[in-house]
Each structure stands twice: as structure tokens, then as C-alpha cells.
């Protein structure tokens, strides 16, 4: 079955304490993504990957780190997690071909920071 | 910059109705493509309907149909025959059509549909 997976679903953690949100696909994509959604702001990118070894930043990529070593894997990284990074996370992946650019979500991590 | 505006926070329709939800996007680019995602309750954003900005017909997916006006850059959403399980947020986004698959969302619709 084609899938977004990340773990874990859930986390509950406390301000400073490094964590990492693993995302995996098997789908053999190209593209992966991060958004974080909000209430009453939808959803917005953190980061990106065009391909193995290649990211870059979307549009609220502070405090966030990713890495793109192998092709299925897209960690989200938070160094030093802070309150305002409580939020809904997804991982997203697509293909870069242009019949195949529908992008399929993971089932999203729902992160508190205390 | 891209944005994308849904107006309307909540809409509510009866079982078996119809309803429409707006969406109006800005862009300075001609090729461009345009989705409607479903989020219910468990959180999974499913996509619903896509349309691309170079086609002037209208998608159709089952009882969900897009209005796509692309000179008044607005993409609404109709869903007819409204069964219980459309309750659910709805967002409208945009996708560039350069190399970047990056997606701009708007705010969403919260959708009840009452029995």
C-alpha cells in the first residue's frame, strides 16, 4: 500500500529537549515536505527536499532542521523545541513527474512543548 | 506573493443538500494548479478534487465539482448530495507549477452537515 508514514503520532515534551519526527515513504519519491497547521492559519511549509542530499527552507523554517540522506526518509528535526512549536505536523511527498504531482500526506504528529 | 483567502469559516448544510465553499487565490503566474484537501476529524488531509489552471473544464470527482474562474482567480468547491461524512475541514490550495511542488494553503472551512 502506498504510504506516508511518521512517528510518533503523539508527543508531549518539555522546552529545550531535542526530539526528531521521522517521516517515511515508499512511493519512491522525489519530493518531501514538512507543513506545521494552526488553527486560523492553515497549513505552512517548514522545509523541503527536491531529492536526496537537497532541502531547502519554506516559509517558517526557524527552529527546525531536516535531512535528506536517504531517498524514502525526511526527519524533522527540533533542536531546542519551544512553546510555539506546538502544533499539527505533516509530512507530504510527491512525484516531480508532471502527471504525478499530487502530494499525499502522512496521518501527522500532534506535538505539545511544555 | 501567492495567497490563498477562504471566506467562510463554518458552513453548515442539510443531509442530501448541496453547498458551496469559496476560494479566492492571487498569482501573477499563468500555469498553476489548484486543490481542495478534506481534513476530518481523525486529522488525515485527503485530497478531494484538483484542477489544472491550463484546463477551462471544470473537474468532477463523484458528487464534489470545482467552479474554476481563472480570470477572477476564484476555485469553489460544490459537494452535492451532502451525506453525513463530508463534515469536515476543507482547504484550498495552490501549487506553483514551476520545479518547486511547494503547496500555499488557505485558512479552511469547517462543513456540518446536519441530519
Known amino acids: 500500500e502506498a504510504q506516508v508514514t511518521q512517528n510518533p503520532r503523539y508527543l508531549i515534551t518539555v522546552t529545550g529537549k531535542k526530539l526528531t519526527v521521522t517521516c517515511s515513504q515508499n512511493?519512491?519519491?522525489?519530493?518531501m515536505s514538512w507543513y506545521r497547521q494552526d488553527p486560523g492559519l492553515g497549513l505552512r511549509q517548514i522545509y523541503y527536499s527536491m531529492n536526496v542530499e537537497v532541502t531547502d527552507k519554506g516559509d517558517v523554517p526557524e527552529g527546525y532542521k531536516v535531512s535528506r540522506k536517504e531517498k524514502r526518509n525526511f526527519p524533522l528535526i527540533l533542536e531546542s523545541p519551544s512553546p510555539n512549536q506546538t502544533s499539527l505536523y505533516f509530512c507530504?511527498?510527491?512525484?516531480?513527474?508532471?502527471?504525478?504531482?499530487?502530494?499525499?500526506f502522512g496521518p501527522g504528529t500532534r506535538l505539545l512543548v511544555l | 506573493a501567492q495567497t490563498v483567502t477562504q471566506s467562510q469559516p463554518e458552513m453548515s448544510v442539510q443531509e442530501a443538500e448541496t453547498v458551496t465553499l469559496s476560494c479566492t487565490y492571487d498569482t501573477s503566474e499563468s500555469d498553476y494548479y489548484l486543490f481542495w484537501y478534506k481534513q476530518p476529524p481523525s486529522r488525515q488531509m485527503i485530497l478531494v478534487i484538483r484542477q489544472e489552471a491550463y484546463k477551462q473544464q471544470n473537474a468532477t470527482e463523484n458528487r464534489f465539482s470545482v467552479n474554476f474562474q481563472k480570470a477572477a482567480k476564484s476555485f469553489s468547491l460544490k459537494i452535492s448530495d451532502s451525506q453525513l461524512g463530508d463534515a469536515a475541514m476543507y482547504f484550498c490550495a495552490y501549487r506553483y507549477g514551476g520545479a518547486t511542488n511547494k503547496l500555499i494553503f488557505g485558512t479552511g472551512t469547517l462543513l456540518a452537515v446536519q441530519p
Open positions: 507530504a511527498s510527491s512525484s516531480l513527474s508532471t502527471e504525478q504531482e499530487t502530494q499525499y
Open positions: 512511493m519512491n519519491h522525489e519530493y
